[in-house]
Every structure is written in structure tokens, then in C-alpha cells.
């Protein structure tokens, strides 16, 4: 009896495990920035050349950068170190599950005073506040941001390779004139452009609020890297997540060394969320495509690109009109059930239906969303506050708007870059003549001919290139 009562309990705990796990992934789950899983240690400078005024500026800094997320032991943990000639912990990693209770604790820590010890506090975090963390591998990122406002009076070098060796990601902060850029450089991960940022003084450090929220989350939300030229950049290239590679036909791109890919109506692009962006969409970011619409009508409407919850809500999406000439992005609200930015550009993007490669790009910031075609900018239009998206729901691209049916396009590049600045970097000059190119005349997209030679154009593809442009 005691033997059957057994197996019968076993089964029956298996049994409910399995339908625990079958309902949580039944539950709407929101990932981003403010969900993330993240240990943060800030390292703050709290000597002498700093001032008490200057103190609590920089704590309300912190508390500004720390409200975006989501401060719990399933997410966020944060933690304070205050240094000068020896490191202080004001408040231990987790010990405040809470943003005010965090905020209230920023706000009450007391100025230090005396010398510059930064190596110092950095070995400090590493080997006691990082190493106190109760979550073990649960925990996705380890990020410490130290912020000072002069030259150390220790070796920084040491320690800071120590913390890259245990995968603790660094940020440097330099304020004030006094600064050693070399030194923050030797403290920061590298790139330095990415992990290394500046303020005049104490006064103006919350001109870079927005750019180290950005960082943060790019960190926290952006685990993969695109080979651009010879820098990687963090983001998502979705036509390896979305397996458009594998799943579609591969045909010749815009010039001879681009290689593009043929969606069919029987080609099903659409993949699980979870798997394409696990920790949902930073706040900004760069969408871009190289295409090329041959055959379709362009009356039809369809989502380029669409994320959608598993009740089928759209979280994000690029929907282009050749009916209504429109670009339209769609993301979710805080107020509405979503809120859409319609680009209504006219013939400029009625130009997309021409058979031609073409390039869109959309630039979404935290307040406002810019539309590009052939690097030529269509509109910039005002959002409201979004929240993170659902991710146990699918991602799709080439989809019939409220549909699952596939509208044959041909696809080059489909990518979603974290950093915004790359909207700058990022050109397209893939879809004009290489000779136009270079004498300063772009000329028209998809096409390409021997420059001061009579005779029609001819399509890149269907003659030798004569080089690549990037």
C-alpha cells in the first residue's frame, strides 16, 4: 500500500508540475528593459573634489537611471557602493525589492569625502557585491557603472580585468574636467564608444541620463551582435532568427556580392517570439530592410515585419500601403490597446512598388518614431509611452495585414539594430550604381550603368559589378 501510494503521489506531482508549466506559458508574458534580470552595482565617487551638492546630484542620477526598471528579486537587483579612500557599501544587491524603497535608500546616503581609491571600490564590487548575488545563473547580466570625477590614486587596471574575466559588464562615467580619458577607457568594456560616457560637470550629467538608459538596456535586452563592416553592433538579424536563409529562395541581391532571398506564397516566415527577442525590444532601436516588391499589386497592404501577442494583438509592426502610399510602425501603449505612426509620404512611397531594391528604415526613439526611404528621411511623428512587449506570441514577416497569408516579396537585409545612432550608419548605398555613386550622384535605386557610355541601364545583377559600395 505504501509502495502504490507512493508511485500514485509521483504521478500525480509530475502531472501537476507539467500542467503548472503548461499554464505559465499559456499567461501573457511582457519582456524589456524593465524586466530584465539584471544585478546593477553602482560605484559612485565620493571624494573630496565632488562636494556635497555635487553628492546629491549625482544620487538623484542614479535614481533617474533606476526607475526605468523593474526593482524585484525576478528581475532587477541594485546595489551602492560609495568610494574614496576605501570603498563603503551604502546598500547591499536585493536588499530592496522595491523602486521607492530603493529611492528612499539612494537619497539617505551620506556623503564620504577624501582621496580617489576607484581600482579599490571596482575589486571591492567584484569580490563582494557581485559575489554576494543570492541568484547564481539566474541572473542574465552583471553590470557595474562606475561614475567619477577624477583621476584615481590606485591602479585601476587590475580590478577592471578581474570584473570582465567574471563577465561583469563595466560602464565608466567620467565628470568634470579632471578625467582621464585613458583611464576610464582602461575601467570600461570595450568599445569604448559604447561603454564610455561623459559629462561636463555635475550640473549637466543628466544630459546623458537618456544615453545611459539606452546602454542599459541595450546590455540587458540585446545578447546578440551584427558584423557591420569592421565593428559588431548589438541587435538582431532576422534573417538568420527568422530562418528566411533555410526557408525561402536564394536569388541574386542588388549588386553581384549581395545575396537576397525569395519569399513564395507557400513560404511560412514566422517563428516563436521567445526565441527571436527573449528579452523583448529595447526603447530604441533601428528596423531596416533592402527589398524588392516584383508582381504585387500595389493596392495590397501587408506587415513587412510584425510581432504579435498570443492573442494575435500586434506589439510591433511595419505595415506598408501601396493603396494609401503610407509607412506605418505600430507599437503598443500604455493608454490604448496600440498606437500607430502613419507616414503619409505620397508618391515616395508609392515608389516601392516599382520592381525595384529599396531600403526602409525605421528609427524609433522613446518619444518619437522617424521614417526613411533610399536614405531619403519621409517623416518624423510623436509617440506616447509603450510598455514591453508580449513575447508568447509569434514573429512573422511577409503577412497579409490581420492574416497569415504570405505576400511574395524579396527580401535582402531584415535587420533591428539597439543602437539608434546606427540609423546614421546604416546607408543605401547596396541598392545605387557604385559609379553614381561616386561621383556624387545616387541616380536611381536598382540600377546601374558604365558611366559616360550611351545605352540603357541595366539591373545590378544582370552585368558584372564593378566593386562594392558600403
Known amino acids: 500500500f505504501s509502495y502504490r501510494a507512493m508511485l500514485l503521489w509521483s504521478v500525480w506531482s509530475v502531472i501537476l508540475l507539467l500542467t503548472t508549466v503548461d499554464a505559465a506559458e499559456e499567461e501573457d508574458v511582457r519582456a524589456g528593459c524593465s524586466t530584465a534580470v539584471n544585478d546593477l552595482v553602482y560605484i559612485i565617487d ?10 546629491d546630484t549625482a544620487k538623484q542620477w542614479l535614481i533617474n537611471i533606476t526607475s526605468q526598471f523593474d526593482i524585484s528579486s525576478h528581475y532587477t537587483q541594485v546595489a551602492v557602493i560609495q568610494y574614496s579612500d576605501t570603498p563603503r557599501l551604502e546598500i ?9 524603497e530603493l529611492i528612499k535608500a539612494i537619497r539617505s546616503i551620506s556623503y564620504l569625502g577624501g582621496n580617489t581609491q576607484t581600482g579599490r571600490a571596482i575589486k571591492f564590487a567584484v569580490d563582494h557585491v557581485f559575489a554576494s548575488s543570492q541568484r547564481g545563473n539566474l541572473v542574465k547580466n552583471r553590470i557595474a557603472v562606475v561614475v567619477t570625477d577624477g583621476k584615481s590614486q ?24 579632471e578625467i582621464t580619458t585613458s583611464e576610464l577607457i582602461s575601467i570600461a568594456n570595450k568599445p569604448s564608444s559604447t561603454y564610455v560616457l561623459y559629462a561636463e560637470d555635475y550640473t549637466t550629467i543628466d544630459r546623458i541620463r537618456d544615453s545611459m538608459e539606452q546602454k542599459l538596456c541595450e546590455e540587458s535586452v540585446c545578447p ?9 553592433e548589438k541587435g538582431f538579424e532576422l534573417m538568420v532568427g527568422m530562418n528566411i536563409q533555410t526557408k525561402a529562395k536564394k536569388i541574386p541581391g542588388s549588386l553581384v556580392s549581395e545575396t537576397a ?66 509607412v506605418t510602425f505600430t507599437t503598443t501603449s500604455t493608454t490604448e490597446k496600440e498606437q500607430k505612426a502613419v507616414f503619409k509620404t505620397g508618391f515616395q512611397v508609392g515608389t516601392l512598388y516599382d ?3 529599396h531600403q526602409i528604415k525605421v528609427l524609433v526613439r522613446h518619444r518619437q518614431v522617424t521614417g526613411f526611404l533610399d536614405d531619403q528621411r519621409i517623416q518624423e511623428l510623436m509617440l506616447k509611452p509603450v510598455e514591453p512587449i508580449y513575447i508568447n506570441g509569434e514573429t512573422q514577416v511577409s503577412k497579409r495585414r490581420g492574416t497569415d497569408i504570405t505576400v511574395p516579396v524579396e527580401i535582402q537585409k531584415l535587420r533591428l539594430y539597439c543602437d539608434p545612432h546606427q540609423s546614421e550608419r546604416e546607408t543605401a548605398c547596396e541598392i545605387y550604381s557604385f559609379f553614381n555613386v561616386l561621383q556624387g550622384d545616387r541616380g536611381e535605386p536598382g540600377l546601374t550603368g558604365e558611366p559616360g557610355l550611351p545605352g540603357p541601364k541595366v539591373r545590378l545583377g544582370e552585368q558584372q559589378s564593378h566593386g562594392r559600395f558600403e
Open 46 to 55: 565620493g571624494s573630496w573634489s565632488v562636494g556635497v551638492s555635487d553628492f
Open 92 to 100: 547591499p544587491l536585493g536588499k530592496h525589492q522595491g523602486v521607492a
Open 154 to 177: 590606485d591602479d585601476v587596471v587590475d580590478a577592471s580585468m578581474e570584473a570582465r574575466a567574471q563577465s561583469i559588464t563595466v560602464f565608466a562615467v567620467g565628470v568634470g574636467t
Open 224 to 232: 546578440t551582435r551584427i558584423p557591420v563592416a569592421s565593428r559588431d
Open 261 to 326: 532571398y525569395a519569399l513564395a506564397a507557400s513560404t511560412d516566415i514566422t517563428e516563436n517570439t521567445r526565441e527571436i527577442f527573449p528579452e523583448g525590444l529595447p526603447p530604441s532601436y533601428v528596423f531596416v530592410s533592402t527589398l524588392r516588391l516584383k508582381g504585387i499589386s500595389s493596392k495590397l497592404s501587408f506587415d513587412l515585419w510584425r510581432v504579435l501577442s498570443k492573442d494575435k494583438a500586434i506589439q510591433a509592426a511595419v505595415t506598408l500601403s501601396g493603396k494609401d502610399k503610407t
Open 355 to 357: 520592381g525595384k531594391w
